[in-house]
């Protein structure tokens, strides 16, 4: 019987071909899945503006470098989660004003591309917030300086459920606080060279310059010390001071008036809203007693709140 003998190469050719083969059938190539893209997240852009500009020390909106703080409070299903001090979407995120946009601090998205959200916004802002609902606010007992005056400013606003959005969202601030004005006018014995050549200082006496401010809803609440307020000079016979909301009992020196260092004191009782502004009309006239003082009440009511310095 005869030995077969086939050439070593063509034995090596054939234990090839049936090692794919099997690996073909056994292991077939399983090509790879395609990615799922990934979720693109909205950023959150502001456009605040004012309620009534007439606390504002330049009588306009926003000013460049105004900042503002920015709470974000999402919704569970139709309900808002209510404001907390922390633990929110947002917490008191610093917004910058360079004269045509609000830039933040750090760039926020919003949760995702269906959950609506409750925006709260305050001014000016503060690193001092730990209790949101009962931040603790003043107004300047001495505003006789335009930065003095305009750091006792507070502005507040909120814009319910806002859909998730590429545009910007649009909040309106409305002052918290009032606004006095105090215009004196020359009476008998007086003309307005003499009032505008004098050394005057007005003020507003027994009235509370510290409070709490609930970010969630805006009430403001006064402290229970009191003291005086002086007005900030605006130029002719004209004076103005913010006051914090609040009602001054009948006092002997409501406003006092201090002209060359003679004072002159008026009795009377007010209750100062916020968002308001009152204009006082004092009509200086020299008397035995001192001077006949008139007010009017420039805001809603058209009262003449007349009454008597001396």
């Keep these: 019987m005869k030995n077969l003998q086939l050439p070593t190469w063509t034995l090596c050719w054939a234990l090839t071909l049936l090692i794919n083969s099997c690996s073909s059938t056994d292991n077939p190539e399983i090509p790879e899945p395609t990615p ?15 309620a009534n500009t007439i606390t504002k020390a330049t009588d306009n909106a926003f000013e460049a470098g105004d900042r503002i703080g920015l709470y974000v409070v999402n ?43 409750d925006f709260y916004a305050y001014y000016p ?41 590429e545009s910007a969202v649009d909040i309106t601030l409305s002052h918290l606080f009032s606004c006095a004005i105090v215009e004196l006018v020359a009476g008998n014995g007086f003309t307005d060279a003499d ?58 020196n409501f406003i006092t008036v201090t002209i060359d260092g003679t004072t002159y004191n008026m009795e009377k009782d007010f209750t100062f ?18 001077i006949n003082v008139d007010i009017n009440d420039w805001v809603d009511d058209d009262v003449n709140h007349g009454g008597i310095a001396e």
């Design 36 to 50: 799922e893209p990934e979720p693109q997240q909205m950023p959150i852009n502001l456009h605040c503006n004012i």
């Design 75 to 117: 919704y569970n299903g139709n309900i808002a989660d209510n404001l907390q001090s922390t633990g929110n979407h947002v917490d008191n995120m610093a917004f910058t004003y360079n004269n045509q946009a609000w830039t933040p601090q750090s760039t926020i998205y919003w949760k995702d591309e269906t959950t609506p959200a």
């Design 125 to 165: 802002y503060s690193t001092a917030v730990t209790n949101v609902a009962a931040y603790a606010v003043e107004v300047k007992a001495d505003q006789r300086k335009e930065a003095d005056y305009k750091s006792s400013d507070f502005l507040w606003g909120k814009t319910d459920k806002v859909q998730p959005t």
């Design 195 to 252: 009032l505008a050549a004098s050394d005057v200082l007005v003020q507003l006496n027994n009235a509370h310059c510290q409070a709490t401010v609930n970010l969630s809803d805006g009430v403001v609440t006064p402290s229970s010390d009191t003291g005086s307020i002086s007005f900030l000079h605006t130029g002719g016979n004209e004076f103005k001071a913010l006051i914090i909301p609040q009602t001054i009992p009948t006092s002997s």
């Design 273 to 290: 809203i916020g968002s308001h502004r009152y204009r006082f009309t004092l009509t200086v006239r020299k008397t035995s007693n001192g």
